[in-house]
């Protein structure tokens, strides 16, 4: 009985491949089209055929990784369900989404480790040409936890939540990229660094605190006495 022979994958599937471990090496603006279908096998035309640019093909790089929309919103659906439309508590919003970011690490189809690279270079390191690069669709699913929060904290104006969902995002991105640039985890030799449960963990009652503080900013520096 002969050997089995594992089919090899598509071209598309083998340029997703080959994109997704280069921008996690080298960096987006560092990899270009050329080395991705160089890695991939496959003539440089297909990126196009397939993707559009490498702009699109960066977005389906983080589209496959991201997975289906509705797993980064189901828990926030089922639990608007259960309020009937009443407010959501800002403590359970803010659980809500930080589980949804620690089961984006977990995900079968890309090992965590790699999908917490992707994020810190998509949000650390954009590179020429992807300043503006947000997934489209984690961008529906904060979307929703704004409109979400607006209800729960009617005293806020629209500009103070989304300025709290903006450090929100930007300190969950930091926490899950493992890039600690700061390297205060490592001076202090704090135990749960590297560990994504325990960081959320230590986040999640000074996030709660920031969404509840009173409205209001700053004054500005020309203010200060």
């Known amino acids: 009985m002969g050997r089995l022979e594992h089919p090899q994958p598509d071209a598309k599937t083998r340029i997703l491949d080959a994109a997704e471990r280069l921008f996690m090496e080298r960096g987006f603006a560092a990899t270009s089209v050329r080395m991705i279908t160089g890695a991939a096998g496959v003539p440089v035309a297909l990126v196009n055929y397939h993707f559009g640019s490498k702009q699109g093909l960066m977005e389906a790089v983080y589209a496959r990784a991201l997975g289906n929309r509705g797993s980064r919103v189901s828990y926030l659906d089922r639990l608007e369900a259960e309020a009937d439309g009443r407010p959501i508590a800002v403590d359970v919003l803010v659980d809500a989404f930080l589980s949804s970011a620690l089961r984006l690490t977990r995900k079968d189809s890309i090992p965590g480790e790699v999908f917490k690279q992707l994020i810190g270079r998509a949000f650390y390191e954009p590179g020429p040409g992807t300043e ?21 904290l009617p005293q806020l104006s629209q500009e103070d939540v989304v300025w709290r969902m903006y450090f929100l995002v930007g300190i969950v991105a930091y926490a899950m990229a493992g890039k600690d640039v700061m390297r205060m985890t490592e001076t202090y030799a704090l135990a749960d660094q590297g560990q994504p449960e325990a960081i959320l963990a230590r986040l999640r009652p000074f996030v709660v605190a920031g969404f509840l503080a009173p409205p209001g900013a700053l004054p500005s520096i020309a203010e200060i006495p």
């Open 132 to 152: 503006a690069f947000f997934p489209d669709e984690y961008r529906e699913a904060v979307d929703r936890y704004r409109q979400a929060f607006m209800r729960a």
